[in-house]
Structures are given as C-alpha cells and as structure tokens.
C-alpha cells in the first residue's frame, strides 16, 4: 500500500503561485503513476494533471493547461505541483493521487487511483 503526504496549500492572491508536495512511501515511487485532483465545496473531485512512472509523459485538465506544472523525482519520492497566474476559480482541497496496481500510466479517471492524501487546502483571493 502507498501512504501519501500532501503540503504547500495557502492563501495566495490572483496572479500568485504556489507549489505543492507529495511524499510517497510503501511502494517503490518510481514504479507507478501518478496525479493531482482538486475538490471545491460542493461539487466532484476533478483532474488536474497526471504524470507517468518515469516522469517523461504528462496530462492536464484543460483549465490549467499552460499554468500548472506537474512534475517527479523519483530520487525524494517526490511529485510536484507548480501552480501559476491563479485564480480565485483554482480554489479548492488538492489531492495527490497513486496509480492502482501499480499502473505506469497517467489517467484522468479518479477510480483509477487507490491511494490519496490527505489534501492540502489552497485558497486563491481576488
């Protein structure tokens, strides 16, 4: 089983940027994918982006496309969410999310996860 930490969530006003975490552990980091997920009140988890076990094949929601940056380092068992030019629209509890069955690829599907974090709240003000 993965266990799974998130942290850089904050309040940050539009246009700022923020960077967040997740640390792996249980399972060897490099062998699975892995993803972002946002929930705001009221409405669905959603995708945000994904990446494959080797960090070489990227996916993002089209609402982020262009201002976010996943990222990995297998070395700190480490995945990254760069987040740029926000917007109050952005606001939500960020998930970090790990492949079931130790799948290498990304997906946009949250039943395709089996591990979650916590979330870390991020808090976009205009």
């Known amino acids: 089983q993965v266990q799974l930490e998130e942290s850089g969530g904050g309040l940050v006003q539009a246009g700022g940027s923020l960077r967040l975490s997740c640390v792996a552990s249980?399972?060897?980091?490099?062998?699975?994918?892995m993803g972002w997920f946002r929930q705001a009140p009221g409405k669905e988890r959603e995708f945000v982006a994904a990446?494959?076990?080797?960090?070489?094949?990227?996916d993002y929601a089209d609402s982020v496309k262009g201002r976010f940056t996943i990222s990995r380092d297998n070395a700190k068992n480490t995945m990254y969410l760069q987040m740029n030019s926000l917007k109050p629209g952005d606001t939500a509890v960020y998930y970090c999310?790990?492949?079931?069955?130790?799948?290498?690829?990304?997906?946009?599907?949250?039943?395709?996860?089996?591990?979650w974090g916590q979330g870390t709240q991020v808090t976009v003000s205009s």
């Open positions: 999310g790990a492949r079931r069955n130790l799948g290498r690829y990304g997906s946009r599907m949250s039943n395709d996860f089996g591990s």
């Open positions: 249980g399972r060897t980091f490099s062998a699975y994918a």
């Open positions: 990446i494959n076990w080797s960090g070489t094949s990227t």
